[in-house]
């Protein structure tokens, strides 16, 4: 299965709010509601930020949220910090036991 | 406390094996679906195998044939059995835990494994 389509990069100040989506097919994330997305520093863990399209893990801020529409999903940021500067991933279920990732979106705080 | 540690990685020749181990601590590895990513250079996060808990597997297509997972019978430890290994193959392997019924939210550090002659 194809990559989900997601920008290469966002940028925004401390305090600003960005969005990054995620755009798949009605194979993945326009058929389940089973898209997560991750937080990675290369070379580190991966960390769960927003699984089920909407829900958060225990220990992440509520400045996090998830959303979707139609083949797309998107993750917001409200209330930029300098901490959150890394990749962000979004995976869905792709159905067949079988899961496919985003490209990745280089996040950037100014 | 839960956590993931892989091990395994390291320098192979195109057409060698490798075998990946994840040692589970704070849960059982059988308790829930589990699952191999893998981050080649300059690339993204790359989806490459599942182990549920009754034992179904699968694979990304470009390693069907060539890599099985598998899980020890003391239920600590995730395997990725890894042959006829290409240059394409090199990446950055990170195990993870199932959470729910579509995400992984325990992750390892990762292993290299860099396939070159």
């Known amino acids: 299965q194809s990559a989900l389509t997601q920008p290469a990069s966002v940028s925004g100040s401390p305090g600003q709010s960005i969005t990054i989506s995620c755009t798949g097919t009605?194979?993945?994330?326009?058929?389940?509601?089973?898209v997560s997305w991750y937080q990675h520093h290369p070379g580190k863990a991966p960390k769960l930020m927003i699984y089920?399209?909407?829900k958060w893990p225990s220990g992440v801020p509520d400045r996090f949220s998830g959303s979707k529409s139609g083949n797309t999903a998107s993750l917001t940021i409200s209330g930029l910090q300098a901490e959150d500067e890394a990749d962000y991933y979004c995976?869905?279920?792709?159905?067949?036991?079988?899961?496919?990732f985003g490209g990745g979106t280089k996040l950037t705080v100014l | 406390e839960v956590q993931l540690v892989e091990s395994g990685g390291g320098l192979i020749q195109p057409g060698g094996s490798l075998r990946l181990s994840c040692a589970a601590s704070?849960?059982?590895?059988?308790?829930?679906?589990m699952t191999w990513v893998r981050h080649a250079p300059g690339e993204g996060l790359e989806w490459v195998s599942v182990?549920?808990?009754?034992?179904?597997?699968q694979y990304t297509e470009s390693v069907k044939g060539r890599f099985t997972i598998s899980r020890d019978n003391s239920k600590t430890t995730l395997y990725l059995q890894m042959n006829s290994l290409r240059a394409e193959d090199t990446a950055v392997y990170y195990c993870?835990?199932?959470?729910?019924?579509?995400?992984?939210?325990?992750w390892g550090q990762g292993t290299m494994v860099t396939v070159s002659s």
């Open positions: 995976c869905s279920y792709a159905g067949s036991y079988s899961w496919v």
């Open positions: 704070g849960f059982i590895v059988s308790s829930t679906y």
């Open positions: 182990l549920y808990r009754g034992g179904n597997s």
């Open positions: 993870g835990r199932g959470y729910g019924s579509g995400s992984f939210d325990i």
């Open positions: 009605s194979s993945d994330v326009g058929g389940y509601n089973y």
């Open positions: 089920d399209v909407t």
